[in-house]
């Protein structure tokens, strides 16, 4: 199994930046990569970005392209969620998953089977 755990949300106004991190445990190795989901109230769950564990390879959301950055830190098991220009529309829970099926697109959800209890983010206009 793999135990995630989300830190780093909080209140900010637009424009701002926040760092999420995103704690990985237990069996790591065994996922494909990690990403980040977010949730708005009354919304889908929405792919916002993932990074792969035995690749350097990234992959975004459209709807953050250019604004956000992930990255990880092997030593640490820590995957990194830098989030610049934040706008009103990104206040949502942010959530980090373990990929667990290799191959396939990091966008999609059902690839991935763990799930962290999610943090909160907050953009004020």
């Known amino acids: 199994q793999v135990q995630l755990v989300e830190s780093g949300g909080g209140l900010v106004q637009a424009g701002g930046s926040l760092k999420l991190s995103c704690a990985a445990s237990?069996?790591?190795?065994?996922?494909?990569?990690i990403g980040w989901f977010r949730q708005a109230p009354g919304k889908e769950r929405e792919f916002v970005a993932a990074?792969?564990?035995?690749?350097?390879?990234?992959y975004y959301g459209d709807s953050v392209k250019g604004r956000f950055s992930i990255s990880r830190d092997n030593a640490k098991n820590t995957v990194y969620l830098q989030m610049n220009s934040l706008k009103p529309e990104d206040t949502a829970v942010y959530y980090c998953?373990?990929?667990?099926?290799?191959?396939?697109?990091?966008?999609?959800?059902?690839?991935?089977?763990?799930w962290g209890q999610g943090t909160q983010v907050t953009v004020s206009s």
């Open positions: 990074i792969g564990w035995s690749a350097s390879s990234t």
């Open positions: 237990g069996r790591t190795f065994s996922s494909d990569g």
């Open positions: 998953a373990a990929k667990v099926i290799y191959g396939g697109r990091y966008h999609s959800r059902e690839l991935y089977g763990y």
